[in-house]
């Protein structure tokens, strides 16, 4: 697992009961190398952007993934869950796609859509069809239809893509809003994860007390994570979300932020 990771996949791992085994991520996301070096036969990544930290796995490392994959026979569990908001480049394509027998590919409509929708998606290794197919019928016995046949019905008629273009601007508006703010700001903070996605990550210099400057924010009715709600160890970083903002309401609140960074 990544580390820091979505600490959600590390209780479902666990509850599984299987060790979850942390692998640091850098700048270009999770350490192919260590990852080798662990004994782990599962892979559990966000390659897109990662959770949390926002960085997109390198060009080589998803080839040295999925090279690590095919030589211990093992499996890459791809969680795309953010992927449709790309800003600045060509989508990446899914590592999916370089082995399809070796990634299960998860995808949902919570951030495109609405997360009260529950619909997800895996496309999965053939040989793993069937047992997949078990495990969700023991877990529910299926997904809600009539909403399925409704997010069908809306990208039969292109909506879905009509509506991926249309938030896609709408969210690059925001957070150039944000970013363009925090370099006004807290220009000695580095700003990371910005080009895909709804949140982008906030370092600050050492000494700072994220979750003290969360609370204060929290008292000020800015809310946001912080890098040490992710279980991670790591610079004092604020994960900032910009997907429900109004992008005029962005630079206020930025400041707002800066002053409590300060006095806290
Ligand atoms: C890393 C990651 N994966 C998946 C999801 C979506 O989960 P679901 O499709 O169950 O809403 C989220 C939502 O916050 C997430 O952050």
Redesign the pocket.
């Given at each position: 697992m990544e580390d820091p990771c979505?600490v959600?996949?590390r209780h479902i791992v666990r509850h599984a009961g299987l060790e979850p085994v942390p692998v640091p991520v850098d700048d270009g996301g999770m350490r192919i190398d260590i990852l080798a070096r662990s004994g782990a036969d599962v892979a559990l990544v966000?390659p897109a952007h990662q959770?949390?930290t926002g960085v997109v796995l390198a060009p080589e490392r998803r080839t040295a993934l999925v090279a690590w994959a095919e030589e211990h026979d093992a499996i890459v569990i791809e969680?795309d869950?953010?992927a449709e908001h790309r800003y600045d480049r060509d989508p990446v394509g899914a590592l999916q796609g370089l082995a399809p027998e070796r990634v299960v590919y998860?995808g949902?409509?919570?951030?495109t859509l609405a997360?009260a929708l529950?619909?997800?998606w895996l496309v999965v290794p053939q040989r793993m069809v069937e047992s997949i197919r078990r495990e969700k019928y023991l877990a529910d016995q299926g997904t809600a239809r009539i909403e399925q046949h409704a997010f069908a019905d809306f990208i039969a008629r292109g909506e879905l893509d009509r509506h991926l273009r249309r938030m896609r601007s709408r969210y690059r508006a925001r957070r150039d809003a944000l970013v363009t703010a925090l370099e006004r700001e807290l220009p000695e903070a580095r700003v990371k994860g910005i080009a895909a996605g709804l949140h982008v990550t906030v370092e600050l210099p050492p000494g700072h007390d994220e979750q003290a400057i969360k609370a204060a924010a929290h008292q000020a009715s800015i809310r946001f994570s912080v890098l040490g709600d992710y279980d991670a160890s790591g610079p004092p970083t604020l994960m900032l979300g910009y997907g429900a903002l109004a992008e005029a309401a962005i630079g206020a609140g930025v400041r707002e932020l800066a002053r409590i960074v300060r006095e806290t």
């Open positions: 979505f959600y996949h966000t959770s949390p969680d869950y953010d998860g949902t409509a919570s951030k997360p529950r619909l997800g």
